[in-house]
């Protein structure tokens, strides 16, 4: 068996590698934060929220099946630890109403690595009004429109990493983009 760059890495923290471990934390830091942000809008839980990520994989890294993708693996966790902070938390993030956050503001958190460039500046404005109205739609299709779209993760990957069903995954998906696009004409920034 072939192993990739992350179950490379992964090997040599399980033989005590520590900075392997680094390494994977550098590599998928911004992602996770990123994500995990994206779903509960508060800075300081994304922070906690992150870091207790990290050291949950640390924990967990020995029961890791090589069989499959870690991004996968590592994701799933991710997703199960914002669903019971969620959960615990009874936090309301399913409003249409809630403008509580922009994507200005994640941008501007001093935790979260800017993108630098012209390029990106060309872009600002367009994507803060989709990442607005991405964070308004319900959280059930909210949740999946980040892992497809932000995280990259394929259909297949998204459907193990929340438990749903390919066929729910799709549909939800596709869901999400109707109400987007609502949104989206409703604001007339489509022709």
């Known amino acids: 068996m072939t192993l990739d760059e992350d179950q490379v890495l992964i090997k040599k923290i399980l033989e005590g590698n520590r900075s392997s471990f680094e390494e994977l934390m550098k590599k998928y830091n911004r992602k996770?934060?990123?994500?995990?942000?994206?779903?509960?809008?508060n800075d300081q839980v994304a922070v906690e929220l992150t870091q207790d990520f990290?050291?949950?994989?640390?924990?967990?890294?020995?029961?890791?099946?090589?069989?499959?993708k870690f991004t996968t693996w590592a994701y799933r966790i991710c997703y199960n630890m914002i669903i019971d902070h969620i959960r615990k938390n009874h936090a309301q993030v399913d409003s249409l109403d809630d403008?509580?956050?922009?994507?200005?503001?994640?941008?501007?958190?001093?935790?979260?690595v800017k993108e630098d460039g012209f390029e990106f500046v060309a872009r600002a404005e367009?994507?803060?009004?989709?990442?607005?109205?991405?964070?308004?739609?319900?959280?059930r299709y909210r949740e999946l429109i980040l892992l497809?779209?932000?995280?990259?993760?394929k259909y297949e990957e998204?459907?193990?990493?929340?438990?749903?069903p390919v066929g729910t995954v799709?549909?939800?998906?596709?869901?999400?983009?109707e109400i987007l696009k609502t949104e989206i004409e409703k604001h007339g920034m489509l022709g």
């Open 32 to 41: 996770i934060f990123g994500f995990i942000y994206r779903m509960v809008r």
């Open 54 to 68: 990290f050291i949950k994989i640390y924990k967990v890294l020995h029961k890791y099946d090589f069989e499959y």
């Open 99 to 112: 403008d509580c956050v922009s994507q200005r503001q994640m941008l501007e958190s001093e935790n979260y």
């Open 126 to 139: 367009v994507n803060e009004y989709v990442w607005k109205s991405v964070d308004r739609i319900p959280l």
């Open 148 to 153: 497809r779209y932000l995280q990259g993760l």
């Open 158 to 164: 998204i459907a193990e990493v929340t438990n749903l």
């Open 170 to 177: 799709k549909n939800r998906i596709f869901k999400a983009k």
